[in-house]
């Protein structure tokens, strides 16, 4: 096997995997580039069973440097074909190694790749080990960014317990489209996401760089009412939650909380 380069690999592209007010997003293989160029199932066991995977005993270690003509190494590959035995074992020998951090052609880790194939047991090790959370691919998303747009749960909890120093920054960060992981839950329809996330600190109220859209707005530019009034029932209890820490009392004994509502207007104006 040639260590430094490997056939082709299957484009693994997730930019277009936008699901619109909650609908179920087509699974990952569709999205697969099915050229005559892609790595075939037998021709990657062929390339496992040929390299040997050891207890390093010195810097230089092969099949660390085996590189595809996409820039995938063999953890890439292992966690896209979900060879699970393979990825647990080249995780074990490379704690804390930058091989695990290394980004293909599309700015890729395996950590983004084990999301996008919904693979929260391997995201779970990859973070014990030393993968960094907040590399972001050629679209400036995190692995935490793909889990919202793609509506993981699984992953989203995986993340969110592993990263809890860095989750506030990530967690707000926006890609470079403009959008932070609540306006992309928000545009996916992921009201359970939405909820999470602004449980675990993040601004509501957040906005985009360019257009100033908050994920409400986004909401209601996508005429989706269920998330419409998620947001508008978050925002209301974040207003009462800041009021309590104002007052020091439920703001719905202060007189203020009382005031009579408006006179209804008759239709001929009276």
Known sequence: MDLHRMPKQADYTF???????????????EYLDSGLDSLKE????????????SAPTEEYEPWRNAITDEGDTLLHLAVIHESTEHVLQMIKLSHNHPFLNVQNHQRQTALHLAVITEQPQLVDRLLKAGADPVLVDNRGNTALHIACKKGSLACFGVITQNCQRYLAS?????????????????????????????????????????????????AVDLQNPTMVRC????????????????????????????????????????
């Open 15 to 29: 930019d277009n995997m936008e699901g619109k007010h909650g609908d179920a997003l087509q699974c990952h293989e």
């Open 42 to 53: 037998d021709e990657l066991l062929t390339s496992f069973e040929e390299m040997t995977v």
């Open 170 to 218: 990530i967690a707000s960060f926006p890609n470079y489209s403009g959008h932070n992981c609540l306006h992309l839950a928000s545009i996916n329809g992921y009201v359970s996401l939405v909820e999470s996330l602004v449980q675990l600190g993040a601004d509501i109220n957040a906005q985009e760089p360019c257009s100033g859209r908050t994920a409400l707005h986004l």
């Open 231 to 270: 947001l508008l029932d978050l925002g209301r209890q974040r207003q009462l939650l800041k009021l309590r820490r104002v007052y020091g009392v439920p703001p719905d004994l202060r007189p203020a909380e009382r005031a009579d509502p408006q006179p209804a207007v008759r239709e001929d104006g009276a």
